[in-house]
């Protein structure tokens, strides 16, 4: 196993997320917990030592399950993380009560590594607030009290959300945890945040590698490309070597569902591999036939806003638009579209075209604006 030198930390470069743990019979609220310690006995034989869950993984039994789980070993063998589950609202105003809870739930004293959890358009007047919510002066204080030893968050926001969140706290966060893969490094714009936490001397955590299982397998077209450079790489291991890259990069963070991805995952993080120039190169051309193939091409010059009677802010929405077939149906687009007023949303469009008389990349927007509100629906 590599190992990645945090404040005196020796934290294992592949950390095991408990967001996609086995489940009984197709039920996510349901984990095989046997299973689920199954895995957790190969992966500490194996090296693994850092185990990341959240309040409202599986149905809210993730960090249930994780805790008993992790009871078979001594508390200094691992480290654990959890998070604040800010990216729901009506958790907003009961941080105490909620953390509390979750010491409770894993079975610890204190949390290694602890999270503002999605740091996004929808929470990001609530987690400045220190006012009315106080978030973050109940969270320091835990961290002052050794409950928390390290503080940090996730973010699936925009860069202009995040930015907000680190100008505040930026000085006070000792990790920041982004959705970063070879995909979404140009698709989400995650090179501009690495960039962003970069400076401010924030490392980065990973989440979300192989988007979801999305890069574990590709066309195959896509594939004997890959497998021309490297022929013994099995797909999904190309994701973490694109990763293995980043210099920033402290702990990638796998929701492992089996014992087989488990143990392929073990192997591909036995050893950096980082990718050559020439494997970049080919890769960056993957992408970009991936991108045109889900991807409305605006490259958002605006032009259309002003043309639009009902004053919607296409490009925002084409962009969501994107993201959201990428997906196939993912919460980014919809916890995003959850902070507009009602007229400003696609379903809004009264279809009169107006926008795409100007529009230099000749997008039927309206017809786009159509197709998001069916697939939201």
């Known amino acids: 196993m590599i190992y990645k030198d945090f404040q005196g930390k020796k934290l294992s470069a592949l950390g095991l997320g408990t967001m996609r743990l086995p489940v009984i019979g197709g039920e996510d609220a349901r984990i095989d917990e046997q299973k689920t310690a199954e895995m957790v006995a190969y992966a500490m034989e194996h090296g693994i030592n850092y185990y990341d869950t959240a309040y409202g993984y599986h149905g809210g039994n993730s960090e249930l399950v994780t805790g008993r789980v992790l009871k078979?070993?001594?508390?200094?063998?691992?480290y654990l993380a959890s998070k604040f589950p800010g990216y729901d609202l009506h958790n907003i105003d009961k941080v105490e009560e909620i953390f509390e809870e979750q010491l409770l739930k894993c079975?610890?004293?204190y949390f290694d590594f602890y999270l503002f959890h999605n740091v996004c358009e929808m929470n990001i007047e609530q987690y400045l607030d220190r006012e009315k919510y106080g978030i973050f002066d109940y969270l320091y204080e835990q961290k002052k009290n050794g409950r928390i030893r390290h503080l940090g968050f996730s973010g699936h926001g925009k860069y202009e959300v995040l930015k907000r969140?680190?100008?505040?706290?930026?000085?006070?966060m000792e990790f920041g945890q982004l959705q970063i893969n070879y995909l979404d490094w140009v698709f989400q714009d995650a090179k501009a945040k690495v960039e962003l936490l970069?400076?401010?001397?924030?490392?980065?955590?990973?989440m979300e590698p192989v988007r979801g299982g999305k890069l574990a397998a590709l066309e195959p077209g896509f594939e004997s490309r890959l497998k021309a450079l490297r022929p013994d790489e099995p797909i999904p291991a190309w994701a973490f070597r694109f990763l293995q890259g980043l210099p920033e990069v402290k702990v990638v963070l796998?929701?492992?569902?089996?014992?087989?991805q488990l143990r392929e995952n073990i192997k591909t993080y036995e050893e950096e591999k980082p990718l050559s120039e020439e494997e970049k190169e080919t890769?960056?051309?993957i992408v970009e036939e991936m991108i045109a193939k889900i991807a409305l091409p605006c490259t958002?010059?605006?032009y259309c806003i002003s043309h639009c009677p009902k004053g919607l802010a296409i490009p925002d929405l084409l962009a969501l638009y994107n993201e959201h077939a990428s997906t196939e149906g993912g919460f980014i687009a919809p916890m995003a579209l959850s902070t507009y007023a009602k007229d400003k949303l696609p379903s809004a469009c009264v279809g009169c075209r107006s926008c795409e008389a100007v529009c230099p990349q000749r997008i039927i927007i309206s017809d786009a604006m159509k197709r998001f509100s069916q697939m939201l629906e």
Do not use: H, K, T
């Open 72 to 78: 078979a070993y001594p508390r200094e063998s691992f």
């Open 107 to 109: 079975g610890v004293d």
């Open 165 to 172: 969140f680190l100008n505040a706290y930026g000085e006070y």
């Open 198 to 206: 970069n400076s401010y001397g924030i490392p980065v955590w990973v």
């Open 254 to 260: 796998s929701g492992m569902s089996d014992m087989q």
């Open 283 to 285: 890769l960056s051309g």
């Open 300 to 302: 958002a010059c605006r």
